[in-house]
């Protein structure tokens, strides 16, 4: 490597980090301006604004708002999986393995509040831009496959159900995590219900780890 290329590359890596850093916050700004006002009503030009830059960056970085916004969706799914993935399930046992998925869920959705709103702006449409990003396959498989091997190891040492699907596994823990957040404000106005509260929290996150229990684990055998 020559001297000019060596005092080259420290350049070239600050402004390819520069680069990243402003395309994710052009993606967190748009997950925040899509999540609040959806497709229809979300601005360009409010995402610009948040992070400060010209709304010709957007068109840089992505393209038109259709663009934009399947970039942000697919990054919002790509990274609820990215967090499952870190916990190295198929080390745990099997059921150990479903309560630890659960409980990320519980937490990720409660966290990201943002990702359930987008998601439910994403089903106003029908669901009709997620198909359209190019990632959808390996979405789904990462979404269902580390599932299907823990039941598959469940089954194979006799404590889980044979029949049981990894799409049974995930509605039920997506139900249990994601209804929550998305109807707190309704059930705390009507129902003066308070669903973010520490006891309901405690008390829903125990519900959902023995449903899950209930609904994969054999039931223990009758004593004589």
């Known amino acids: 490597m020559s001297q000019q290329q060596v005092l080259k590359a420290p350049i070239v890596e600050a402004v390819d980090t520069a680069a990243a850093d402003m395309r994710q916050a052009l993606l967190d700004a ?3 301006e899509f999540a609040n006002y959806g497709y229809d009503g979300a601005r360009l030009e409010r995402i610009a604004a948040k992070v400060g830059c010209a709304k010709r960056m957007l068109y840089y970085y992505f393209g038109n708002k259709k663009d934009v916004y399947l970039a942000v969706i697919e990054q919002s799914y790509s ?38 709103r987008l998601v439910l702006q994403e089903n106003f449409q029908g669901g009709e831009m997620l198909g359209q990003i190019s990632t959808i396959d ?3 498989k990462a979404a269902f496959e580390p599932l299907g091997r823990i039941l598959q ?23 249990l995590s994601s ?15 308070d669903l973010m509260g520490a006891a309901m929290r405690e008390r829903h996150q125990q519900m959902l780890q023995d449903q899950l229990t ?8 009758a004593q004589d």
């Open 79 to 116: 990274d609820i999986r990215a967090s499952e993935e870190q916990l190295n399930l198929d080390a745990l046992e099997p059921l150990q393995a479903l309560h630890t998925l659960a409980r990320k869920s519980f937490d990720y959705h409660e966290h990201n509040q943002q990702f359930t």
């Open 138 to 140: 390996t979405l789904r």
């Open 179 to 193: 209804f929550r957040v998305d109807h707190s404000a309704t059930w705390r106005s009507l129902l003066q219900v």
């Open 153 to 175: 190891r469940g089954v194979a040492q006799g404590l889980f159900k044979e029949g049981i699907t990894a799409v049974d596994v995930h509605y039920l823990i997506s139900a």
């Open 30 to 32: 748009g997950k925040t």
């Open 214 to 221: 209930a609904l994969v684990c054999k039931a223990p055998a």
